[in-house]
């Protein structure tokens, strides 16, 4: 059995940033609807490509435990515009219209969200729980690397590229369990974790082999030990506390999905040849 993992959150920003400037909206309710489109067009997407209609979507919270040990965990050093503040506001509640109406809408059963964790730790547990399973995990988020084995394939939607243990291990010359390790010395921009000053995650590769030795770098490095432990909690998946998240077979119906594009006046899904589409691309009964 094989399923595909969303992180549901990279998905509804790339989709935010991919309509931008297309305002669409369902004429009976007046609410924007231009997210919630494209967030499925990339689920066919992704269906298509990998011939698996099995999805798993997991979601980060609103709130973080991570910021109970660290309070700038995740903090943006840039304030948004007020053409960003406007555009937020326009795009971030489809985001939860996605989770709490479209996807439940369609049928699918296994949506998950914790209060306090990431998709990332949601993601890690359902994986490390399902050891035999084939997963495709659909991210930007390369600190799912850390997740990497034989029978999974982490997949970036926006560079449009897999990257499977194989590769990992070409690419980095480290096992994937060690990833996290090389964010605890060298941090994390993305989360705003900090790492060893100068340190990047070449350098810290090279450390872990032991190919670094000597030097300013290495020095650097052996003077820090307690803040790659402290981050070592911060980077690895999943963090304390995450819950266990049971799969739940999936049985889609097309009639609920007919039901559900008419809602949303997503009339383009509803041509004869996109419903075959659907249809085909989720097994739809």
């Not at 770098?217 to 909690?233: A, S």
Request: with cysteine; proline share 4%.
């Amino acid at each position: 059995m094989k399923y595909i993992i969303i992180d549901s959150m990279s998905l509804c920003y790339r989709a935010k940033y991919a309509m931008k400037g297309v305002n669409l909206s369902n004429p009976d309710s007046g609410a924007y609807t231009e997210v919630v489109y494209n967030f499925c067009n990339q689920i066919l997407f992704i269906a298509n490509k990998f011939g698996c209609s099995n999805f798993i979507f997991c979601w980060d919270s609103g709130k973080y435990f991570r910021k109970n040990i660290y309070p700038t965990y995740k903090q943006k050093k840039k304030a948004l515009t007020k053409d960003e503040k406007l555009f937020s506001r326009i795009t971030h509640p489809q985001f939860s219209e996605i989770r709490r109406k479209l996807l439940p809408a369609l049928g699918f059963k296994n949506i998950f969200i914790q209060t306090g964790m990431e998709a990332d730790d949601v993601i890690a547990s359902i994986v490390f729980k399902n050891k035999s399973t084939d997963f495709v995990i659909v991210s930007t988020d390369e600190d799912l690397f850390q997740l990497l084995r034989s029978n999974i394939l982490h997949y970036s939607p926006v560079k449009k590229v897999g990257t499977n243990l194989s590769k990992f291990k070409t690419n980095y010359g480290i096992e994937p369990n060690l990833w996290s390790d090389v964010k605890s010395i060298a941090g994390c921009v993305s989360d705003n974790v900090k790492g060893v000053d100068g340190v990047g995650e070449k350098t810290a590769i090279k450390y872990i082999k032991g190919e670094v030795t000597s030097g300013k770098r290495f020095d650097d490095i052996k003077k820090n030990p307690d803040l790659i432990k402290f981050n070592k909690q911060l980077v690895t998946l999943p963090y304390k506390g995450t819950n266990v998240f049971p799969i739940r077979p999936e049985q889609l119906y097309i009639s609920n999905f007919i039901k559900t594009f008419n809602r949303y006046k997503f009339e383009s899904f509803l041509t004869q040849n996109r419903l075959k589409q659907w249809e085909l691309s989720f097994n739809l009964k």
